[in-house]
């Protein structure tokens, strides 16, 4: 349950936010017309059928130039998880410290959820071609594990638990649990082409380790 090109490192500066610089902000826009030219053509021609030339073409980049923005033709879709996984885990420490870890974690994948249902199509769209595409599928899972390195600790936080500890297997359960549930119901958002809310969706995987 991730969306792509939908970060919000282009909201408005705070005053404790430095402003990025002219190279920062020139990267970050050949990144999203990037993107954006990419999820075009795997939308049209499927992802496997689509080359990195024709994307760095259709872009206006050369194919060296396209492969120092991304190390893969699979980071092009991917690309935003990174930040989004950094977000989502500032927004779990931010949550109150008298919530269960467990609905914590429901309630910060909200960040998500906002993001997807947003763009409902264009999200179906981008979720189904992860889901059919094993190289995206094995690439989403990298850093779905990354996720659960960074979020454990803060789970471990409240558990009153040391993090990192081999003899302490909750935080990482917990995390991969919720992350699965988010797995599962982005597939059951796709396989209903969106009739019911991805909230209610998610609602109901999370709810069955509470029922």
Known sequence: MYAAGMSDSAATPTP???KPGLRERMRATIRAEVTDVALRLFAEQ??????????AAESGVSRASLFRHF??????????????????????????DEERPWEAL????????RRLEAEPERMLSYLRMLQETPSL????????????EIMAPEIARRLGASPGQPDDPRPAALVAAALACADAASAGWVACE???????????????FTD
């Open 46 to 55: 499927g992802f496997d059928r689509t080359t990195v030339d024709q994307i």
């Open 194 to 208: 969106g009739a019911v809310p991805l909230t209610v969706l998610l609602d109901r995987a999370m709810g069955a």
């Open 16 to 18: 404790s936010t430095a």
């Open 71 to 96: 190390g893969t033709k699979e980071d092009i879709v991917l690309a935003d998880l990174d930040e989004i996984g950094r977000q989502v885990t500032d927004a779990l420490a931010a949550r109150p």
């Open 106 to 113: 429901r309630r910060v994948f909200d960040v998500m959820t």
């Open 137 to 148: 599928r094995a690439r989403h899972f990298e850093k779905q594990l990354h996720w659960q």
